[in-house]
């Protein structure tokens, strides 16, 4: 019986993973920084509801000793928690830079440190990262946000060369915006400065309505997730809803009629 390991499973593609998973036979560790506030996944008899903080260095290094001591191996790392700072450039400080590199990029690299030991031990092991159609394309307002998932790219490229000979794989999921607290609880809007208000207000990241209208379900990203944990290809990217028309445009389009569109469709 494999076991995943899941960051960010009190909602949305986490939990909606860990109960796919789970619903597939496998032993499912959901992990969120609130495990006392849980009580969907803890009905589960093969999900263990566990804390862990991917901005705390000793939460994450409990976690993956409190797994492994349960289970014994961990088959799938699904690092899932994630965290958007939205707003000008201008309007941010040092403080929303590291929030938002903390959790995105910084956590990442805390988690998968935590597992290699254990993996290249074993010679296995695949690590899988939800990253962004914002790591193919930038969007207005995104600078903090696109900047981090494009820095998860470089990091996951080059890194699966590191790791190929122990037997340890990498892939990326790549989600469109997704019906999730994302828009919400996981987002933090910067209005420092004024003057980029109007512009703000007209861009997806904070119009409701546009963002019910083009958002898929969770649900999509954990079948998507299974297939890329379950389909042994050497696959590297997996692409879900509009993520390969984006890439398509992106590689066919000179970048000055590319922005000319982001900006048209956008602003």
Not at 85 to 94: P, T
Not at 133 to 153: C, D, N, R, T
Not at 205 to 214: A, Q, R, T, Y
């Amino acid at each position: 019986m494999k076991t995943i390991l899941i960051t960010g499973a009190s909602g949305g593609i986490g939990k909606e993973t860990a109960k796919l998973f789970a619903a597939k036979g496998w032993n499912v560790v959901a992990t969120m920084r609130r495990p006392e506030n849980e009580t969907e996944l803890t009905s589960i008899p093969n999900v263990y509801v566990i804390r862990l903080d991917v901005t705390d260095e000793e939460s994450v290094k409990n976690a993956v000793a409190e797994t492994l001591e349960k289970f014994g191996a961990i088959d799938v790392l699904f690092n899932n928690a994630g965290f958007g700072a939205i707003g000008a450039l201008e309007s941010a400080n040092f403080e929303d830079y590291y929030r938002q590199f903390d959790t995105n990029l910084f956590g990442v690299i805390r988690m998968i440190q935590a597992v290699l030991p254990s993996m290249r031990a074993r010679k296995a092991g695949l690590i899988i990262n939800v990253s962004s159609i914002a790591e193919i394309v930038g969007s207005p307002f995104g600078s903090l946000y696109h900047s981090s998932k494009w820095a998860l790219s470089g990091l996951c490229e080059s890194l699966q060369y590191e790791l190929k000979d122990y037997g340890i794989r990498i892939k990326l999921v790549l989600p469109p915006p997704v019906k999730t607290n994302f828009f919400g609880s996981s987002m933090s809007v910067l209005r420092k400065c004024s003057d980029y208000d109007k512009q703000l207000d007209k861009v997806f990241w904070v119009n409701e309505s546009f963002v019910d209208k083009i958002a898929i379900k969770p649900q999509t990203i954990a079948k998507i997730t299974y297939r890329a944990a379950t389909d042994g290809r050497r696959k590297f990217r997996y692409n879900a809803g509009v993520g390969g028309f984006i890439r398509f445009f992106r590689r066919v389009l000179c970048d000055r009629l590319l922005f000319w569109t982001v900006r048209k469709s956008t602003l």
